[in-house]
């Protein structure tokens, strides 16, 4: 980051001392104040729950620009890598910054490739669950337990460590979301198989059985591989965020990410594609578009809690660039599919376009999000409802590494500890049982 010509100065208007703050420029985006020296200065501390005006790092992975509706990773705009690159190719960039050559894709391939399998004892924890958990909750535990075999990449601060742990992390994540399915359903969890590419070994390891050959649909491998491009990273969003957290104190990368797993479940962020699709199945069966517009009188009524699931954003306040990249994917998976005439579909695109003409969305520049068509185009895959939140977590795990990564390697980075606004009570004495 550069300092710039100008600096921000606090005044008071009950005659404080007022300060003045250094500004700093970063390549593309909003300029920062640098407000570290405000308490020892001022007594005080900022506000900003949610941290709608906070920037809590510098980082040249993801950058979006909100108001165009632009996401690029490492410079390159989401609509070219979607479509001209694949999900490794994708994950060579956010950790090392650029896309590979064909050697090192070759090398980084093979290097995730013979990673894939996870230690024969992993299985056991899947026994401790009901065959009807969450998979978020099965999964949240078996990341986790990751460091309970991988001691040699446990060290946050040993770069090394962190290179295996991300290769393995990577690697290990389509195995490990698979599992979780397959034990659900009461199916032999399958083994990697080392000469098929990513996308096509997680769907083999998903829908295929002993009993048979599996042939990997190239259409739906794909399309696959595109909505792990889609989700791979997205600047500080509240589980990146939560990684950050969870890493600046030390602990290993496998407890890190796992923390941000448990934090994407949430309906609010990665939740929002199950969350979706059962508000389309809702809606469905309360008449389908026909009841939209009954539908969207609930959204608007401030009293009813209904949200229109998949829309809105913290940052985009124009269309999602990954919800159009989704849409045309499902376009082309129902079509390959034969299910071009997906009454889900056909209810997303109206409940959309009702929404983009209707002045409750326009004026909160409220637009369809990544989670809006992603849960369609899952469920035609013919991955359950329950398991997107671990598809979504399966894709963002590459990029919570590489935001870890880039804080541990931050010379400026300390362990994150926020302030607080108290407004409980002042110190009062503790009155004895019988005075209480
Ligand atoms: C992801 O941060 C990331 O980058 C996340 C993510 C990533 O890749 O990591 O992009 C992934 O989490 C996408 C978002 C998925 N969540 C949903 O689709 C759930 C529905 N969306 C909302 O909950 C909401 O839009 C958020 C949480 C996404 C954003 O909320 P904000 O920025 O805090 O905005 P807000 O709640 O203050 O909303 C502003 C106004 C409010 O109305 P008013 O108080 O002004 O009257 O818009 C309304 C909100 O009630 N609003 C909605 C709405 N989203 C916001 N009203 C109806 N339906 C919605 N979906």
């Known amino acids: 980051?550069?300092?710039?010509?100008?600096?921000?100065?606090?005044?008071?208007?009950?005659?404080?001392?007022?300060?003045?703050?250094?500004?700093?420029?970063?390549?593309?985006?909003?300029?920062?104040?640098?407000?570290?020296?405000?308490?020892?200065?001022?007594?005080?501390?900022?506000?900003?729950?949610?941290?709608?005006?906070?920037?809590?790092?510098?980082?040249?992975?993801?950058?979006?620009?909100?108001?165009?509706?632009?996401?690029?990773?490492?410079?390159?705009?989401?609509?070219?890598?979607?479509?001209?690159?694949?999900?490794?190719?994708?994950?060579?960039?956010?950790?090392?910054?650029?896309?590979?050559?064909?050697?090192?894709?070759?090398?980084?391939?093979?290097?995730?490739?013979?990673?894939?399998?996870?230690?024969?004892?992993?299985?056991?924890?899947?026994?401790?669950?009901?065959?009807?958990?969450?998979?978020?909750?099965?999964?949240?535990?078996?990341?986790?337990?990751?460091?309970?075999?991988?001691?040699?990449?446990?060290?946050?601060?040993?770069?090394?460590?962190?290179?295996?742990?991300?290769?393995?992390?990577?690697?290990?994540?389509?195995?490990?979301?698979?599992?979780?399915?397959?034990?659900?359903?009461?199916?032999?969890?399958?083994?990697?198989?080392?000469?098929?590419?990513?996308?096509?070994?997680?769907?083999?390891?998903?829908?295929?059985?002993?009993?048979?050959?599996?042939?990997?649909?190239?259409?739906?491998?794909?399309?696959?591989?595109?909505?792990?491009?889609?989700?791979?990273?997205?600047?500080?969003n509240a589980s990146t965020s939560t990684v950050r957290l969870c890493g600046s104190s030390g602990t290993n990368p496998f407890a890190a990410i796992a923390a941000g797993v448990a934090c994407l479940w949430g309906p609010a962020h990665g939740g929002a594609n199950e969350a979706c699709l059962n508000m389309l199945e809702d809606i469905q069966k309360m008449g389908g578009v026909a009841k939209v517009g009954e539908f969207m009188s609930q959204v608007k009524d401030k009293n009813s809690n209904v949200k229109l699931m998949g829309f809105g954003h913290r940052v985009y306040k124009n269309y999602d660039p990954r919800a159009k990249l989704m849409q045309e994917t499902c376009n082309e998976v129902l079509l390959e599919l034969g299910l071009e005439n997906d009454p889900l579909f056909k209810l997303a695109k109206a409940l959309e376009k009702i929404a983009l003409e209707d002045d409750y969305f326009v004026s909160r520049k409220l637009y369809p999000n990544v989670d809006f068509y992603s849960g369609i185009v899952q469920r035609a895959i013919g991955i359950p409802v329950n398991l997107f939140t671990g598809i979504f977590a399966l894709a963002r795990t590459v990029g919570w590494i590489a935001q870890l990564n880039e804080m541990i390697g931050d010379p400026e980075y300390k362990i994150g500890r926020p302030r607080q606004l108290f407004t409980g009570a002042e110190r009062r004495e503790v009155l004895a049982l019988n005075k209480r």
């Open 1 to 236: 980051m550069k300092i710039a010509d100008y600096k921000a100065t606090l005044s008071f208007s009950n005659g404080q001392p007022g300060i003045e703050m250094p500004v700093y420029k970063g390549s593309i985006g909003p300029d920062v104040i640098d407000i570290r020296k405000l308490y020892g200065q001022t007594g005080m501390f900022t506000y900003d729950p949610g941290f709608l005006s906070t920037a809590s790092c510098q980082s040249a992975i993801t950058y979006i620009d909100g108001d165009k509706g632009e996401l690029l990773y490492r410079g390159h705009p989401i609509e070219q890598l979607a479509t001209q690159c694949d999900f490794l190719e994708t994950c060579h960039l956010l950790l090392y910054g650029e896309l590979p050559n064909a050697q090192k894709k070759t090398e980084f391939t093979s290097l995730v490739t013979n990673h894939t399998m996870v230690h024969e004892q992993m299985q056991f924890f899947l026994r401790g669950f009901r065959r009807d958990a969450h998979p978020m909750a099965v999964l949240t535990g078996l990341i986790g337990g990751l460091s309970a075999f991988y001691h040699d990449s446990t060290d946050i601060n040993n770069a090394a460590h962190r290179e295996i742990a991300a290769i393995r992390l990577i690697a290990k994540l389509p195995t490990l979301v698979a599992m979780a399915f397959k034990y659900s359903i009461g199916q032999p969890f399958m083994y990697p198989k080392n000469d098929l590419n990513y996308a096509g070994n997680f769907l083999r390891m998903m829908f295929g059985n002993p009993c048979e050959e599996y042939k990997v649909n190239p259409v739906l491998e794909r399309a696959l591989d595109r909505i792990f491009i889609l989700h791979a990273d997205h600047e500080q």
